[in-house]
T-cell receptor
Framework: KAGVTQTPRYLIKTRGQQVTLSCSPI?????VSWYQQTPGQGLQFLFE???????NKGNFPGRFSGRQFSNSRSEMNVSTLELGDSALYLC????????????FGPGTRLTVT | GENVEQHPSTLSVQEGDSAVIKCTYS??????FPWYKQELGKRPQLIID?????GEKKDQRIAVTLNKTAKHFSLHITETQPEDSAVYFC??????????FGTGTRLTVIP
């Protein structure tokens, strides 16, 4: 099976702009979680989508949002970008059975200038 | 919310020696504890996990132990090899697909 894929892999944006990142889960996985990884804050949970519904949400401002499509692909959007949003954004997919094993994609490296 | 602490932040061992990384968690409702290995520039890879109904789990040179009473869990790597060099993250979850991660341990195995 193909692994989790994310596009784009690298992105450079300017403060104030918005960005959309995409994640395609492993075939058969219906849960997609998003994480932000920075040197200062480490790996932090953003939100989780299952069956096109947000099921869990971390402590991030409303500028961070997401959605999931019927084929389980997910997108996250960050509006009004700030310098502090520069990070590696990782998505992880898992089966919906509650086994909780999450498999990560390669990430999207976002740089805000 | 859950708070996961991880120690040490850096660890250097000689090839062939053992390495131990320790984590503590705060939420007694947490019941799933995975460990991830992240090499430079790569994605975190799940290497082993343990659930709260088990005290220890082994997979070849890697083992994880869990003490629910003390709320701590540890990763043990035996017979370390240079390819074990990476950053290791522990995490905890209450069962939903939201992992709370430790701050990571940079393991260096010296040949």
């Amino acid at each position: 099976k193909a692994g989790v894929t994310q596009t784009p892999r690298y992105l450079i944006k300017t403060r104030g702009q918005q960005v959309t990142l995409s994640c395609s889960p492993i075939s058969g996985h219906r849960s997609v979680s998003w994480y932000q990884q920075t040197p200062g804050q480490g790996l932090q949970f953003l939100f989780e989508y299952f069956s096109e519904t947000q099921r869990n949400k971390g402590n991030f401002p409303g500028r961070f949002s997401g959605r999931q499509f019927s084929n389980s692909r997910s997108e996250m959007n960050v509006s009004t970008l700030e310098l502090g949003d520069s990070a590696l954004y990782l998505c992880a997919s898992s089966l919906p059975s509650g086994k909780n094993e999450q498999y990560f994609g390669p990430g999207t490296r976002l740089t805000v200038t | 919310g859950e708070n996961v602490e991880q120690h040490p932040s850096t660890l250097s061992v000689q090839e062939g020696d053992s390495a131990v990384i320790k984590c503590t968690y705060s939420d007694s409702a947490s019941n799933y504890f995975p460990w991830y290995k992240q090499e430079l520039g790569k994605r975190p890879q799940l290497i082993i996990d343990i659930r709260s109904n088990v005290g220890e789990k082994k997979d070849q040179r890697i083992a994880v132990t869990l003490n629910k009473t003390a709320k701590h869990f540890s990763l043990h790597i035996t017979e370390t090899q240079p390819e074990d060099s990476a950053v290791y993250f522990c995490a905890a979850s209450t069962g939903a697909n939201n992992l709370f991660f430790g701050t990571g341990t940079r393991l260096t195995v010296i040949p």
